[in-house]
């Protein structure tokens, strides 16, 4: 538990700059995690990771270790990966199937799926006159004390209270709604398994740069020319259109002045959205195939509200970043104020062709994969910054752009242009509004 007396967090976010404390002090990252991390809703899973009663996943919600696991009756359980006994961890992979039941390794206690105690060997007459009780909920596995799912979509909390999810991802739901409605089914499906990288960079580092519109045609330009380059010479050489996978990096040769012309929203609890960016409606075969799915499924007009929506990237704050036209998500995972896992997952549109998958999957791999340039130059900028903070040559992190003239209506901001720092603000505001209160 963070020494509250050593840490005043009241100066260090004021409405155009942050103090460095905030990415490298250790006991800021102590109470973000007991005040937002664990008070918040935080993304544990997707419903389809654990298909088989027995499945299950393992994560952690802040410094908490988590099952995610499909009950018997076909609900999920988010449960602390700990058996009441002696302490020791139920689950050591990261993913399995414990059958019709939890058993403990070291003592054999048994559990049912839902975490209630099943049996303990050898206990007959072994607790007469103590204070052991069967039924008593402190020796059954601890679930969670809150946990909802959307659209199949997991999320817990580890406080007692606060709003329910709903309320809670107000306009960020459009994340979850925007990436479902694209499956002619109205479903999403995951694939297993994952990227999962360890950025040596705060967590926050990560989320402020997915909706910074400036940067890509800065620091992604050598991939995105050299994209274009190859996309011409297809062009040139067998007069047909490239493949839409190589627009997905030559779109980072965009100017400066477009991504000025896109907006961002950013929303009360920290949660923001870039809207606009990257078209993906192109007229080829297997794209008109698709859309024609989309029409027979939900009728002309719905299915071209549902096709029209064109958001690029929503931040579920502060644990999610989300690119539902792309079916991608990408989990925060803090470890340290210097370390952060990310885990990338992509989905499967349930009812689209196979092609429209093939075509988030080129995403996935050439985007937001560990191995690709996108990602390795994003990761060398987040790094430089962390270690940057480190030093003793001032104290602030400006976040002035447009501060100040953005919009603001009903507690949501609109940017007033593309490269405003409003996703920033927003975030900051909400971290301390958090970190002063609690969620």
Known sequence: MPNEHRIEVGGLVEPDRVHRRCYVDEDVFDLEMERIFHTTWIYVGHETQVPKPGDYWTTIIGRQRMILVRGKE?????????C????????????????DGFRCTYHAWQFNLDGTLR????SEGAYENTRFAPDDPQFHMTPA?????????????L???GPDLRTWLGGSIQAFDDMCDRAPDGEVEIVPNCFRIIQKSNWKIFLENQLDA????????????AASEVQKDIENRTGKAPPLSYHMLSAFTTPFEVWDTLETVGHPYGHCMLQGYMGLRPTDPDNLEYEKRMRESYGEKRAE???SVNIHHVLVYPSLSVQSPLQQLRAVRPLAPDRTLTEIWHFRLKGAPEPIYRRALDYYYLVNSPSTMINADDLVNFRKCQDGLQLDAGDWVSFHRNAGHDSVKDGVVTSVTGMSEAPMRNMFKAWDEYMRNGA
């Open 84 to 99: 009441p006994h002696r302490g020791s961890l139920l689950c050591n992979e990261r993913h399995g199937n414990v059958g």
């Open 145 to 157: 004390p809150r946990m909802e799912s959307y659209r199949g979509f997991v999320f817990a909390s």
């Open 74 to 82: 076909q609900g999920v359980h988010v449960l602390f990966n700990r």
């Open 214 to 225: 400036l940067h890509p045609s800065v620091t992604h330009e050598s991939t995105g020319r």
């Open 305 to 307: 509200e549902i096709l």
């Open 159 to 161: 406080a007692e209270s």
């Open 119 to 122: 049996s303990i060997p050898m």
